[in-house]
């Protein structure tokens, strides 16, 4: 899935590339960067879904911008 993923690219059908690191899809007791990221998905989606930004007020400073437009935080409008 990965490399198909690197190949072929996605729903806007650019290849990806430059990685940090490769995807990886493994239960979230195996790492804890991937728990960290459970966490940033749920924050987001209690924000976006339940208008309860509890944990979104954490992390609400931590995503790239410039000019006062974030990058790296895709809102569907």
Not at 20 to 41: C, N, T, Y
Not at 43 to 52: G, I, K, S, T
């Amino acid at each position: 899935l990965a490399r198909d993923f690197k190949r072929v690219g996605h729903a806007w059908g650019e290849t990806t590339h430059n990685y940090a690191e490769v995807p990886v899809f493994l239960d979230s007791k195996a790492s804890r960067l991937i728990q960290m990221a459970d966490l940033v998905a749920f924050a987001l989606f209690r924000f976006y879904e339940h208008h309860d930004d509890s944990f979104f007020q954490v992390i609400r400073g931590c995503f790239d911008s410039e000019g006062g437009v974030e990058h790296g935080l895709y809102v569907r409008t």
